[in-house]
């Protein structure tokens, strides 16, 4: 005999690309607000060993380029992506943007506004890593807080008359490209009373920072201003074209515009 009892509607998918705190506030907004009718993936890279949990659902790993990203929207049905990611995640970014086009999948950018200098900030502003690294040997810097991420390391190899602070979220299993350094380990949202005492502690003479704006991560450059010391700041990549928003209510309005 046939069943007859009906089945449930399958609800409609949200992935957002994750990787930043407002990816892990959105989650829990979008559950919160559309948790009935929508089922809400956040996607991390799996860069971190043990991620904090997420609102939601949550999936681990790269897709497999921009094919994979394709197959998996197509697998589970994602009806809206949004793309949360961190404003220097660009190749995630660019798949995100492909994958979309190609599917027809409505596609949103959420970036928070870049950090803009303040009275009291002595910023050098540098297109990229390799420009900052530059910046630091042109300034004669002895002592540098290295707080622009695993990825970029390599283009601070090679300088033996720079010591770095490196502050990383978990311990790696090889040594950093780099000739001198120390490092420590902790997870943001940083403190900036405790980050200028972990810069007067280790002799710091300037900092080396991704613009990324918010809140998680500003501690540094604030802790830089009250010391007097300068921050070689990198700019931010321009978004990623679309429509874009900078903040996680104009997300959800939008997705409410797409239900
Ligand atoms: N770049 C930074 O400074 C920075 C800082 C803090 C946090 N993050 C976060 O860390 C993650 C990696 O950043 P990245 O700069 O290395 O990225 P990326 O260079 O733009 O992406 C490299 C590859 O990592 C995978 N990937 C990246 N983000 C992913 C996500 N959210 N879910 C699933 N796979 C993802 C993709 O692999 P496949 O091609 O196999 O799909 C992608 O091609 C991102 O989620 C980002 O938001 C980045």
Redesign the pocket.
């Known amino acids: 005999m046939a069943d007859a009892t009906p089945r449930k509607p399958a609800k409609a998918t949200l992935l957002i690309?994750?990787?930043?705190a407002e990816?892990a506030d959105l989650a829990r907004a979008a559950v919160e607000r559309f948790g009935k009718r929508l089922r809400v993936v956040?996607?991390?890279?799996?860069?971190?060993a043990a991620p904090k949990k997420l609102a939601g659902e949550m999936?681990?790993?790269?897709?497999?380029?921009?094919e994979?990203?394709a197959a998996y929207l197509q697998a589970e049905d994602v009806r809206l992506v949004i793309d949360?990611?961190?404003?220097?995640?660009?190749?995630?970014?660019?798949?995100a943007v492909e994958a979309c086009a190609e599917l027809s999948v409505p596609r949103l950018a959420l970036r928070r506004a870049p950090w803009v200098r303040q009275a009291g900030d002595h910023w050098i502003d540098v297109p990229d890593a390799p420009a900052a690294a530059q910046a630091l040997i042109e300034r004669g810097v002895t002592r540098a807080f290295l707080a622009?991420?695993l990825?970029?390391m390599a283009a601070f190899a090679g300088l033996p008359t720079i010591w770095f602070l490196v502050r990383l979220v978990d311990p790696q299993p090889e040594p950093l490209p780099l000739e001198r350094y120390g490092l420590i380990f902790a997870r943001g949202p940083f403190d900036a009373a405790q980050d200028e005492l972990l810069l007067k502690r280790h002799g710091i003479e300037a900092v080396v920072s991704?613009n990324?704006g918010g809140k998680a991560s500003v501690a540094k450059i604030v802790a830089a201003r009250a010391l007097n010391i300068p921050v070689v700041m990198i700019a931010p990549p321009a978004p990623p074209p679309g429509e874009t928003v900078a903040t996680v209510p104009a997300a959800i309005s939008w997705i409410a515009r797409h239900l």
């Open positions: 690309l994750g990787g930043s990816a956040t996607s991390l890279a799996g860069r971190t999936r681990i790993g790269g897709f497999g380029g921009e994979g990203l949360a990611l961190h404003p220097f995640a660009v190749v995630m970014a660019r798949h622009s991420g990825k970029d991704k990324s």
